[in-house]
């Protein structure tokens, strides 16, 4: 396998040319979805690195419209300041070679447009308050904000975030090679965000060394041979939940994640999501029924899963996998790393439901947009462009990454070919009071029927989905 390089670098990288993404008040890599959730309130303050997720994922590179065939010529904006902002400091340190780098490059642009940049630091906490009030009195806060996708619901349906098509040209890199700048997935039929290229790595992490231990088969040649399903899943997670002692208790355990992320997860790949891209009610679909019946059975009936701290619920029972007696977890490639034994990486099984097109739920995607009200918003997007032109340190995308992650070239043929980009956005926790959470507790929990949960909760959904809308 190639020379390892530092995550530090790639920390340092993704940071400084602004594809960084994921929910919290500290700064994050972009290189993986965080999932913790907001407990039915669209105000979750989890702190990750996709967290997830990632300004790269997805992108389609698809169906955008340019203003006009020509690119913005080069102009004088009379020391005009270009504010970017995000919940962290995006400003460049020049503490390291690609640091350096982007430093080097936005002194370029500064003089070349004869502007300022700045980058605004934003309490995560107080970031999408700021946000609206600012651009619904037509003064945005910064003229490129980072927003995630399901925080963006609201002012998109408000009419305060200007599409691709308003600002960019035929000519910008985003509507040709998108070598440097990329257009990320529609949000509510529109292209509205763009950020860099980056990789993600959600998916079933699993303890090579147990599974070596336990004799297990493994899970990607199961899944080059196409059986990696949730039967599969299941199977070897019964095996490998085992009593060596004879204590009564198991031993080592065949999985460990917080319900509801698993529920999202194995939903995607059944082909349901708990709101649908159109913002209706989709935990009512038959197949999304099908998933949380059997993670029912997982958690409630089948006693394969570890629970850490007693509440199955818990976003911390996303760490149980570490302490190294559990097999399986649908984890983040930010979460696995510098563990004592070594970790492999499958896509999530698939549902009996599921086309296997996407493996995992994106609740923490995010990307740059432009507030309406921005003055002369093809500039500053022609600017965000050439600050994103730095030449890159890595024979491949994700190389630092994934090389810091995986001791096997395996894994990260995986990750590269069939875990990255194959994220599906999921968008409950940025609708007010949409009680996605208290469904999983009612099941999970409470041993509530999936069916009479589904049908208590359905108009309280429709009720919040339709005051978004």
């Keep these: 396998m190639r020379k390892m390089k530092a995550l530090t670098i790639l920390l340092a990288a993704t940071m400084l040319t602004l594809t960084a993404c994921g929910s ?62 995000a919940w962290w400091d995006g400003t460049p340190k020049g503490d390291t070679a690609d640091s350096k780098k982007a430093l080097d490059k936005l002194h370029e642009v500064e003089k070349k447009y004869n502007v300022k940049i700045k980058y605004d630091n934003i309490p995560f906490d107080k970031y999408m308050d700021k946000f609206t009030t600012a651009a619904l009195s037509g003064t945005p806060m910064a003229d490129i904000s980072i927003l995630e996708f399901k925080r963006a619901l609201a002012p998109i349906k408000q009419g305060l975030i200007l599409p691709l098509s308003e600002y960019t040209q035929a000519t910008s890199d985003i509507n040709n090679e998108q070598e440097h700048t990329v257009k990320l997935p529609q949000l509510l039929g529109e292209e509205y965000f763009f950020g860099g290229k980056g990789v993600s790595t959600v998916g079933m992490f699993y303890n090579r060394d147990l599974f070596k231990k336990l004799g297990l088969p493994d899970p990607q040649e199961l899944y080059t041979n ?119 990486v499958v896509p999530n099984p698939q549902g009996p439901s599921g086309d296997g097109k996407y493996t995992y739920a994106n609740t923490a995607q995010n990307g740059w947009v432009i507030p309406k009200g921005v003055k002369e918003p093809q500039m500053v997007y022609q600017i965000y462009e050439e600050l994103q032109d730095l030449p890159s340190t890595e024979e491949y995308l994700g190389q ?46 409470k041993n509530q029927s999936v069916t009479a949960t589904v049908e208590k909760y359905k108009a309280p959904a429709q009720a919040a989905l339709d005051k978004l809308k």
Excluded: C
């Design 24 to 85: 919290g008040s500290n700064n994050s890599n972009g290189n993986a979805a965080n999932n913790k959730p907001a407990n039915d309130a669209a105000t979750n303050t989890t702190t990750g690195n996709d967290a997830a997720a990632n300004t790269g994922n997805d992108a389609s590179g698809n169906n955008a419209a340019a203003t006009n065939d020509a690119a913005i010529a080069p102009i004088d904006l009379g020391g005009r300041e270009i504010h970017i902002s």
């Design 400 to 445: 630092n990454g994934l090389e810091a992650l995986f001791k096997n070239q395996a894994d990260i043929d995986m990750a590269l070919q069939h875990i990255n980009n194959t994220g599906r956005i999921s968008l409950e926790e940025g609708v007010a009071d949409y009680p996605w959470f208290t469904v999983l507790d009612d099941i999970i929990k």
């Design 226 to 344: 196409g059986e990696w399903t949730w039967d599969k899943f299941l199977e070897i997670a019964k095996q490998s939940t085992t009593d060596t002692n004879n204590d009564g208790k198991p031993d080592t355990w065949g999985f460990a994640d917080w319900a509801p992320g698993a529920a999202r997860d194995f939903g995607v790949t059944n082909g349901a999501v708990f709101v649908n891209d159109d913002l209706t009610v989709g935990f009512t679909d038959p197949k999304m029924i099908e998933t949380l019946e059997f993670i029912n059975r997982l958690y409630n009936k089948e006693n394969v899963v570890k629970v850490k701290k007693g509440d199955k619920n818990s976003w911390d029972e996303t760490s149980t996998f570490k302490d190294g007696d559990v097999a399986m977890s649908s984890n983040f490639d930010w979460n696995v790393g510098g563990l004592p034994f070594e970790v492999g």
